[in-house]
């Protein structure tokens, strides 16, 4: 079965650009997470879907920073404009009820590079 | 305080050698617990969950103290393939998990 699939696996960018990250869950999955991983902060979560829906976008750092799920098999995350203290991965993460228990699982991530 | 903390380490052991990590998390109404495991450069993976009764999975033992608010992972006869960051998670109300910043172990020949 195919994992969560996230593109592009790298992005490299200037400061000021547009950044859009993607992601295809796992199909089945009806939960979406988009976390961000620093040396410094560890992975944070950033914002979270339930069949579709924002639950909650506390995470989200900024207003730069925005995310959509137009449909049960896709997600974006955009960095508009981008900044080089952006520069993390950033996976996203699909989730289902196993056992009464929510598993995550997640995709391989983007690395993005802001100069 | 963090919700989840973790001892960061770097744990050093040699083959065959039994390590434990400890969490603890702030929230004491957090609901479900589990183990992720992150290789060098790569995504998180689930290990294991834990349940309040503890649970074994080969060499992997995870237990959970409610009363304490931690919960802890033992691996036995250490393998060379388990060195990694283990990642202590912790979910809370609704779906929202928190991600402890990981401890690292060596496993070395």
């Known amino acids: 079965d195919a994992g969560v699939i996230q593109s592009p696996r790298h992005e490299v960018t200037e400061m000021g650009q547009e950044v859009t990250l993607r992601c295809k869950p796992i199909s089945g999955h009806n939960s979406l997470f988009w976390y961000r991983q620093t040396m410094m902060r560890g992975l944070e979560l950033l914002i979270y879907f339930n069949n579709n829906v924002p639950i909650d976008d506390s995470g989200m750092p900024e207003d730069r920073f925005s995310a959509k799920m137009p449909n049960a098999s896709f997600s974006t995350l955009k960095i508009q404009p981008s900044e080089p203290r952006d520069s993390a991965v950033y996976f996203c993460?699909?989730?289902?009820?196993?056992?009464?228990?929510?598993?995550?699982?997640f995709g391989p991530g983007t690395r993005l590079t802001v100069t | 305080r963090k919700e989840v903390e973790q001892d960061p380490g770097p744990f050093n052991v040699p083959e065959g050698a039994t390590v434990a990590f400890n969490c603890t998390y702030s929230?004491?109404?957090?609901?479900?617990f589990f183990w992720y495991r992150q290789d060098c450069r790569k995504e998180p993976k689930l290990l294991m969950s834990v349940y309040s009764s503890g649970n074994e999975d080969g060499r992997f033992t995870a237990q959970l103290n409610r009363a304490s608010q931690y919960i802890s992972l033992l691996i036995r006869d250490s393998k060379l393939s388990d060195s990694a960051t283990y990642l202590c998670?912790?979910?809370?109300?609704?779906?929202?998990?928190?991600f402890g910043a990981g401890t690292r172990l060596f496993v070395k020949a």
């Open positions: 993460a699909s989730s289902i009820y196993r056992d009464g228990r929510l598993e995550q699982y």
């Open positions: 929230n004491s109404a957090s609901q479900s």
């Open positions: 998670v912790v979910k809370t109300g609704g779906f929202k998990t928190i």
